[in-house]
């Protein structure tokens, strides 16, 4: 059973890593063609959206083989949520200016 729901994760995680690199190569695009706060916004917030989603596998590995105690890897992976969170909401205002900037355009 753990052996299916690891694979499951590992499937997910590539998945989700996918839509990352998917989303940065279309914030880099945008950010090309209309220059501004916008499209630097999204990048930042998608590259470490990225990062975020290489370090949570990395985080689990770590735990597994050095033992961390409990509360310190729920610490850890709290902040790394947490700082994914952030750099969220700053890829969403990167992507409400960009709506903004286009509807004043056409």
Known sequence: MIDNLQLLYGITSV???????????????????????????????????????????????????AELEQDLFLLINYSITVVNCIFSIIFVIGFLLAIIKLKKDS
Not at 26 to 35: A, D, L
Not at 54 to 59: C, E, G, K, Q, S
């Open 15 to 65: 998945f989700y890593a996918i839509i990352a690199i998917t989303t940065i190569i279309g914030s880099i695009i945008y950010t090309t063609k209309k220059r501004g706060i916008a499209g630097f916004l999204m990048i930042i917030g998608s590259v470490v959206n990225l990062f975020v989603i290489i370090a949570h596998p990395i985080l689990s590995a770590l735990a597994n083989t």
